[in-house]
């Protein structure tokens, strides 16, 4: 079975852009889980979808907004990038919602200049 | 609120060694998880171990167990014989039965001496 895909790896923007990152989940996963991991820190929960709904969201400003699609692949979309939107970009894929069996992703690296 | 507390932000250790790497962590939910990943360069999370709040006996995973006391709210994280491979970022986390989310604590950077 294939584990979570994510693109770009890595990507540099500037300051006011918009970016779209995407992550193709595990085999039989219906869930996907986006977090934000500053530099030094532990990921922060950005949002989880489920079904194609948006099922549970952390502490980001609506600039953040994310789709699933009918094959379970998701994107996060971040609007008028900030230099704080720097960083490393987790995509995590579960069987059913209240799983405890998360699979992640090797994440996506965002600069913002 | 939950809350995940990793006070160790390095750690270093001889190979071969067993090293204890320390979690405690706060909630008011009866039913949680508690988790266990590890961090290397590339950055993947990778799963370690999982223990649940009413398992009864410690998780162990080959060379990893934890050693859970659930009154002292603590779930650490124990690798015996380690090897080089081992150096990584470590992270703890729990998610509870109400939430849909992991909560991480701020890691550990391990460094296995030769």
């Known amino acids: 079975e294939t584990g979570v895909t994510q693109s770009p790896t890595h990507l540099i923007k500037t300051r006011g852009q918009q970016v779209t990152l995407r992550c193709s989940s595990q085999s039989g996963h219906n869930t996907v889980s986006w977090y934000q991991q500053a530099l030094g820190q532990g990921p922060q929960f950005i949002f989880q979808?489920?079904?194609?709904?948006?099922?549970g969201r952390g502490n980001f400003p609506p600039r953040f907004s994310g789709l699933q699609f009918p094959n379970y692949s998701s994107e996060l979309n971040v609007n008028a990038l900030e230099l704080d939107d720097s960083a490393l970009y987790l995509c995590?894929?579960?069987?059913?919602?209240?799983?405890?069996?998360?699979?992640f992703g090797s994440g996506t690296r965002l600069t913002v200049v | 609120a939950q809350k995940i507390t990793q006070t160790q932000p390095g750690m270093f250790v001889q190979e071969k060694e067993a090293v204890t790497l320390d979690c405690t962590y706060d909630?008011?939910?009866?039913?949680?998880?508690l988790f266990w990943y590890k961090q290397p360069s590339s950055g993947e999370m990778i799963f370690l171990i999982y223990?649940?709040?009413?398992?009864?006996q410690n998780a162990t995973e080959g060379r990893y167990s934890l050693n859970f006391q659930k009154a002292r709210k603590s779930a650490n994280l124990v690798i015996s014989a380690s090897q080089l491979g081992d150096s990584a970022m470590y992270f703890c986390?729990?998610?509870?039965?109400?939430?849909?989310?992991?909560?991480f604590g701020t890691g550990t950077r391990l460094t296995v001496i030769p």
């Open positions: 995590a894929s579960s069987l059913v919602l209240r799983n405890y069996g998360y699979t």
């Open positions: 986390a729990m998610r509870t039965y109400e939430a849909n989310n992991l909560f």
């Open positions: 909630t008011s939910d009866p039913s949680y998880g």
């Open positions: 223990q649940g709040s009413y398992d009864q």
């Open positions: 979808y489920y079904r194609e709904e948006e099922n």
